[in-house]
């Protein structure tokens, strides 16, 4: 398809679910520009409930052959898709409109880091979306970057770069999703980045478990319990932490497998021990992976360190962090965007990057390198799904 003319305004959807597989984020934006000076405005955004058909089939994938990912690759892309119709039909938008739909899926595994990089996977059909929307649809974000010889994650950075580079000489965003992530901004230097190990994913694990909820709402039951330091000494042990930055990891790691492994050496745990316990240990995860980028970015007095994602409704996980790293180094994100509205809502970072990774796959631009995912050099992110020639459908089977 042929490149749009930088200099004229773009529509772009976002559209992503994070590992907690609880809901889609969604992102409506106008882009102006290329490169360092594109300028990107978000319009709308929006969330809505994953289906239970589509968390049926998600649940079925453990232990089950390629039929169930077959499955769920269509029950994802159907519930994907009608998540963005729905949004775009509220914010009085065709879907014809868009230059792309920036989509990432349902991420079901990720390589553990070098030097296996055994792969990543993201389930939801972006050909459903393209012809459900009617526009060409950029997925498949991380397999360039894998090929190049990177992790293939963290790729948020290149849009964290474009929106948020100006706003402080030095300054770094913390994603706290099911997986935690860093970006290092230093001017019009390329952005830093990597993953900081476990976040969400353990503790939402736990509470799936332990406490029959999908998480520890605002980490009230964490609160109450006491860090186990035998356990978290275990803990600090784990390999992830003595690799080189950028390093990258998933919740086969950091998930579920942790939260099992945890209880089994504490059976006696009362479960808000074992939530205080992994929140410290999320806590330490960041901590080190500042260190490792340096001292600089490791003091108390470092540069300041935005909040994002789903982690930031946790009070545990936010009070660790303040004890680690120093409460007047964490900011909120919607700092970043003093002027308010929709891109300043920290659930929203990761819709709207996807959004800006497809424009940049649209204009042919790099979105990853050697100082975000260890790739071997600037790596053109995401491949294209165009729109069917009829037009939108209404995304069913046929």
Do not use: K
Not at 107 to 117: F, K, L, M, S
Not at 169 to 197: K, M, Q, V
Not at 291 to 303: K, L, N, S, V
């Amino acid at each position: 398809m042929a490149v749009p003319d930088p200099a004229a305004p773009r529509l772009l959807l976002g559209v992503c679910s994070g590992t907690s597989a609880d809901g889609v984020d969604l992102a409506l934006c106008r882009i102006t520009g290329a490169g360092a000076e594109r300028r990107v405005e978000v319009l709308h955004g929006g969330a809505a409930p994953l289906p239970a058909t589509a968390r049926a089939a998600l649940g079925a994938l453990e232990g089950s052959g390629p039929a169930a990912v077959a499955r769920a690759h269509a029950a994802l892309g159907r519930a994907f898709a009608d998540a963005a119709r729905a949004f775009l039909a509220a914010s009085g938008v065709a879907g014809s409109s868009l230059a792309a739909c920036g989509f990432h899926g349902q991420t079901v595994h990720h390589h553990d880091g070098a030097p296996e990089r055994d792969g990543t996977l993201q389930l939801g059909s972006a050909a459903v979306l393209a012809a459900t929307l009617g526009c060409p649809v950029v997925a498949d974000f991380r397999w360039p970057d894998l090929a190049a010889g990177g992790d293939g994650a963290p790729v948020s950075p290149f849009a964290d770069w474009v929106r948020h580079r100006h706003v402080a000489s030095r300054l770094g965003l913390l994603n706290l999703g099911g997986i935690g992530n860093l970006t290092l901004l230093a001017g019009e230097a390329p952005p830093r980045a990597s993953d900081t190990g476990p976040a969400n994913g353990p503790l939402d694990a736990l509470a799936r478990a332990e406490l029959g909820r999908p998480r520890d709402e605002g980490g009230a039951e964490a609160l109450r319990g006491r860090v186990r330091e035998d356990l978290l000494r275990e803990l600090l042990a784990d390999p992830f932490f003595s690799r080189p930055v950028p390093r990258s990891t998933g919740l086969e790691r950091f998930g579920a497998p942790l939260a099992r492994r945890l209880r089994r050496r504490a059976p006696e745990a009362p479960t808000a021990d074992l939530l205080a316990t992994l929140v410290a240990f999320a806590a330490h995860g960041v901590a080190a992976t500042l260190t490792a980028f340096g001292e600089d970015w490791a003091a108390p007095d470092g540069p300041p360190l935005h909040l994002c994602g789903g982690g930031v409704h946790n009070r545990a996980l936010v009070r660790a962090l303040e004890r680690r790293l120093g409460a007047e180094r964490l900011r909120p994100y919607a700092a970043l965007t003093p002027e308010g509205g929709p891109g300043a809502d920290p659930d929203l970072r990761e819709a709207v990057a996807f959004a800006v990774l497809a424009d940049a796959r649209l204009l042919e631009e790099p979105a990853s390198g050697p100082e975000t995912t260890g790739a071997r050099g600037p790596t053109v992110l995401g491949a294209i799904w165009a729109a069917p020639p009829q037009g939108p459908s209404d995304g069913s089977r046929g």
